[in-house]
């Protein structure tokens, strides 16, 4: 956690330390976050701050495990009078923010698994496995490939497919052609990129954060 060269003083360092708590509190499970602060002391006691730029690993947020994360913020109004008081930070205003996160296979196939993300693992096995549902992910080469436990105990179903950024959601799509589904994304958030780097799987876009 720190404050660039224009963000120092013991205000925003109040700040950034309030901020990391906030985030974290969003977050079922964060291993490593850092924090930097873009503004000046001036700005923030105006109630202004120009901006935020977090990175994060081993995140999980509303089920989903993410394996980094890299994002800025837009403007963010703030309020510093919680603060002085000892109460935790408060955001009255929504705000923008871009940036990249990224999934490994494995805790993908993890966060389909939960509860909350069973109906995109069976719309997706509906549509794209022989309507078995989704049970684990894997990359291979340029490719995810989505396999499905087989229903007489056999060799597992899967599908090789490609993901790409589509209308503002993600598309996955079957190499043989037969499908392609879009997958339900949140008026709120914006994927602009998706591809395969390695073994992460990466989203790239925007998205408007509602306190």
Do not use: K, N
């Amino acid at each position: 956690m720190a404050a660039d060269s224009q963000a120092s003083g013991p205000v925003l360092q109040l700040l950034a330390s309030a901020l990391q708590l906030w985030v974290r509190q969003q977050c079922q499970a964060v291993q490593s976050l850092d924090i930097q602060l873009e503004g000046s002391a001036l700005g923030l006691l105006r109630g202004r701050l120009q901006g935020v730029r977090l990175q994060a690993t081993q995140v999980v947020y509303q089920g989903l495990q993410l394996e980094r994360a890299e994002l800025r913020s837009g403007a963010i109004a703030v309020q510093l009078g919680h603060l002085w008081r000892g109460q935790p930070l408060e955001l009255d205003q929504a705000f923008t923010v871009r940036g990249l996160v990224g999934f490994t296979a494995s805790g993908l196939s993890q966060s389909l698994g939960r509860p909350e993300w069973l109906p995109l693992a069976e719309s997706l096995g509906e549509q794209l496995l022989e309507g078995q549902r989704v049970t684990a992910f894997r990359t291979e080469a340029a490719h995810l490939v989505l396999s499905a436990a087989a229903a007489d105990g056999g060799r597992p179903v899967e599908c090789r497919t490609t993901i790409g950024a589509d209308g503002g959601t993600i598309a996955i799509r079957r190499l043989d052609g037969a499908a392609v589904v879009h997958l339900p994304m949140d008026p709120a958030i914006r994927i602009e990129r998706a591809s395969l780097e390695g073994e992460l799987i990466v989203l790239e876009g925007e998205a408007l954060v509602s306190p």
